[in-house]
C-alpha cells in the first residue's frame, strides 16, 4: 500500500459525459502528478500539482483540467469524453518538488467510455 | 512522447533464473527509476538510480546506468513467480520537472 488512494477505482460513463477524479496523496506529500496508461500511448505524464499550483504540463488534452485543493487533494475533470478515453489514470505523489524525489503511486482509476 | 525503451518487449524464464531487462533513453537526466505494475493495478517503485550513479542494488535487483550509452539495466536474481510482472523504466530529465516519462515495459513472466 502507497498511501495514495484514489476514487473511484472503476468508471463507466457514455461519450460526450464529464467525470471527476480523485486522489488523495501520501500524508505530508506536496506534489501530486496524474498519468495516464492506455495500450497504445503507454504511461504518458499528464499534469503535476505541487502545493496547490500546477507546476508541469504534459499530454494533458483541453478537455481535461485538474486542480489541487488545500488540503493538497486532488482532481481530474475529464470532459466530453470520446472512446479513446478508455484508459487507467493514476495519481502519484511525492515529498517535494525536488528533482530526486520517488513517486508513489495510487491503485489507478479504470475509465471506460461507451 | 516515450523516452525510455525497455528490451526485451517480453520475457518468460524458469523460477530461480536471472531476469534481464535493459532501457535506453534519449536525453540527459537527473535520474531513473524502475516500477513494477502486475496486472492492472498500480505501479509500485523498485529502485531510483541518479545520473552520477553507476550500479544500486536493493535486495534480490540490481540496476546499472551507463550515461555515455544512455542505457540501464536491471537484474533479478533467483526470479520467483510472484515476479511476474511488467516492468518500467521512467526518466526525470535534467533541468525538466519531476514529471516521470516512461517506457513501453517489459512484460516478464516466471513459470513455476
Known amino acids: 500500500d502507497s498511501g495514495v488512494t484514489q476514487t473511484p477505482k472503476h468508471l463507466i460513463t457514455a461519450t460526450g459525459q464529464r467525470v471527476t477524479l480523485r486522489c488523495s496523496p501520501r500524508s505530508g506529500d506536496l506534489s501530486v502528478y496524474w498519468y495516464q496508461q492506455s495500450l497504445d500511448q503507454g504511461l504518458q505524464f499528464l499534469i503535476q500539482y505541487y502545493n496547490g499550483e500546477e507546476r508541469a504540463k504534459g499530454n494533458i488534452l483541453e478537455r481535461f483540467s485538474a486542480q489541487q485543493f488545500p488540503d493538497l487533494h486532488s482532481e481530474l475533470n475529464l470532459s466530453s469524453l470520446e472512446l479513446g478515453d478508455s484508459a487507467l489514470y493514476f495519481c502519484a505523489s511525492s515529498a517535494r518538488d525536488y528533482n530526486q524525489e520517488t513517486q508513489y503511486f495510487g491503485p489507478g482509476t479504470r475509465l471506460l467510455v461507451l | 512522447s516515450q523516452q525510455g525503451e525497455e528490451d526485451p518487449q517480453a520475457l518468460s524464464i524458469q523460477e530461480g533464473e536471472n531476469a534481464t531487462m535493459n532501457c535506453s533513453y534519449k536525453?540527459?537526466?537527473?535520474?531513473l527509476q524502475w516500477y513494477r505494475q502486475n496486472s492492472g493495478r498500480g505501479l509500485v517503485h523498485l529502485i531510483l538510480i541518479r545520473s552520477n550513479e553507476r550500479e544500486k542494488h536493493s535486495g534480490r535487483l540490481r540496476v546499472t546506468l551507463d550515461t555515455s550509452k544512455k542505457s540501464s539495466s536491471l537484474l533479478i536474481t533467483a526470479s520467483r513467480a510472484a515476479d511476474t510482472a511488467s516492468y518500467f523504466c521512467?526518466?526525470?530529465?535534467?533541468?525538466?520537472?519531476?514529471?516521470?516519462?516512461f517506457g513501453k515495459g517489459t512484460k516478464l513472466t516466471v513459470n513455476p
Open positions: 521512467a526518466t526525470v530529465t535534467q533541468g525538466g520537472s519531476e514529471k516521470l516519462v
Open positions: 536525453t540527459s537526466i537527473n535520474n
